[in-house]
T-cell receptor
Framework: QKEVEQDPGPLSVPEGAIVSLNCTYS??????FMWYRQYSRKGPELLMY????GNKEDGRFTAQVDKSSKYISLFIRDSQPSDSATYLC???????????FGTGTRLQVFP | GAVVSQHPSWVICKSGTSVKIECRSL??????MFWYRQFPKQSLMLMAT?????????EQGVEKDKFLINHASLTLSTLTVTSAHPEDSSFYIC???????????FGQGTRLTVV
């Protein structure tokens, strides 16, 4: 079993839709959770960073962490064609800055 | 956010030659940088942790003599792919974190093609 599981997609939605991206993990020591967006042939760009359980909102993006279920989510409201990219979840434990990545979910938002 | 610059963004080299990739933290100092490899439609695979002033820590299965890492200053780490072969063709990405922080900031990536 992988430490971090993420549905690879692709996920195809119409413009304006609400998108839900998810990751599950097995290591209860993970405390820091991140979402990255990666456009084709580019490096990942940090979107959201959360510590422990709870919600965090930034514009159209909301990150949720449920440590009891070992489940994290990224919601994108009013999705735009420019949101089309691969979204990677990543996490790490206390005392380490080594990140464990999910496989990434490819999102396509069509006009 | 912090800026990490990676150079070159792409390189084509002949089989048997060596290629050096640079990773710089432009507006912050990074005692630790990370080097990843990414195959098409796959996630990032950590290759090694680059530590300023000391030897890099390699992940299991990564050849130390093939992927030479040097972290000579707090703002620069280099990855040299020695005696490159076509199977080394991949997308290589570096990252760095602010000291005491856990968010990682990534470079633009380097697409290496070995012919």
């Amino acid at each position: 079993q992988k430490e971090v599981e993420q549905d690879p997609g692709p996920l195809s939605v119409p413009e304006g839709a609400i998108v839900s991206l998810n990751c599950t993990y097995s290591n209860s020591a993970f405390q820091y959770f991140m979402w990255y967006r990666q456009y084709s042939r580019k490096g990942p760009e940090l979107l959201m960073y959360t510590y422990s359980s709870g919600n965090k909102e930034d514009g159209r993006f909301t990150a949720q962490v449920d440590k009891s279920s070992k489940y994290i989510s990224l919601f994108i409201r009013d999705s735009q064609p420019s949101d089309s990219a691969t979204y990677l979840c990543a996490m790490s434990g206390a005392g380490t800055d080594k990140l464990i990545f999910g496989t990434g979910t490819r999102l396509q938002v069509f006009p | 956010g912090a800026v990490v610059s990676q150079h070159p963004s792409w390189v084509i080299c002949k089989s048997g030659t060596s290629v050096k990739i640079e990773c710089r933290s432009l507006d912050f100092q990074a005692t630790t940088m990370f080097w990843y490899r990414q195959f098409p439609k796959q996630s990032l695979m950590l290759m090694a942790t680059s530590n300023e002033g000391s030897k890099a820590t390699y992940e299991q299965g990564v050849e130390k003599d093939k992927f030479l890492i040097n972290h000579a200053s707090l703002t620069l780490s280099t990855l040299t792919v020695t005696s490159a072969h076509p199977e080394d063709s991949s997308f290589y990405i570096c990252s760095a974190s602010l000291q005491g922080g856990t968010e990682a900031f990534f470079g633009q990536g380097t697409r290496l093609t070995v012919v």
